[in-house]
Every structure is written in C-alpha cells, then in structure tokens.
C-alpha cells in the first residue's frame, strides 16, 4: 500500500535523504516535483569517514617510523568538541598543536557545520564555494573525494537552507532498530 495518494503527492515540497543514487531515482519517479534535500546527518557522516580514513592511512605511516601520536584518537576524531569526554578533549587539543594531516580534514569537518547555520541560500552558497576551493587546495585524497561529491549535490545541500527539513528521528529510529539486530545475533529464537 502507497503512503501518500496520488492526490497528496504533487503537495510534497522536499523529500530529505542520502546522496545514494538508488534513493535520488526512487524520488524522481514518485515525488518528481518535490526538492532533494541533504541534510547535516549525512554530509557529516561522509566527512567523518574522510576523518577517519585519513586517520588510518597517517596513523599506519606515523607507526612504522615509531610516531604513536594518533594511538587512541579514533573516537576523539569522530566527535564534535561538545560531545568529547574530558580524556578525549585532552587528546584532541594534543592533537589540535601538531600539523598533522588529519587534524586538517577534521578541521574542514568541524568547519562545515556552519554551512547549516547559513540564514539564506545566497550565503550558503558563497559559504560551500568558499569551503571547497580550500578543501580541495589541501589535497587529501579521501576529503577531495567527499567535497566532490558534495560539489556534485549541491542543489540538495542548498535545498536544506530553503527548506530545513531532516531525517534525522528516522535515522535515529533506524539506528536503534540496527543496534537490537546487533545485539540479538546469536539467538534462534525470540523468546
């Protein structure tokens, strides 16, 4: 059964989802008229994962010449500043004083999260350009690849400035409903 009618469906102004183009096709054929927005949920979870693939790739480089600075600061990394632990701010502001590459892309991480703030499209707009060029001039592979891709979006990240619609509550949903999964392997049956 459909969720919205055939009356309903010309009415729907955005539709909030991920870059995946499965999803982008599925909106084209049922919600043509309706704008794709992006919302922070996921361009924050593609810029986390350049954060911590470049974490990796510098940590594996650090580890053969005996440099153990990035042991431990996974979750450090992947954390906004309000949400670290003591220990982790501790680590990052270590972190924060070297000139470490990684530090750098959670920096153009950390920095984006303006974009969200942004008043108008008009500035938002001025704001990514601005973002981009400097993220793309610092050169690393993994957050040249995701300003790419958000480059290629970028009508569905302005989308959320002129509509600021998420789905935040159902990746939450969807997130607790994975976790019981998770948690629930291993048992045959539900009792």
Known sequence: KEALSEHQKPHVLSISMDMWPAFQSAQESVLPNADRVHDRFHVSSYLGDAVDKTRRSEHARLSKEGDKTLNKSKYALLKNPENMTPKQKELFATLAASDLETVKVWAFKDTFRDFFMCVDVQ?????????????????????????????????????????????????????????????????????
Do not use: C, P
């Open 123 to 191: 500035q938002a707009k001025a704001f990514f350009d601005n973002w981009y060029a400097n993220a793309v001039s610092l050169g690393n592979q993994f957050l040249t690849k995701v300003a790419n891709m958000l480059n290629d979006h970028l009508d569905g990240l302005l989308n959320y400035i002129k509509h600021r619609t998420t789905n935040a509550t159902a990746e939450g949903i969807n997130s607790r409903i994975q976790q019981i999964k998770a948690n629930a392997k291993g048992y045959r049956k539900f009792a």
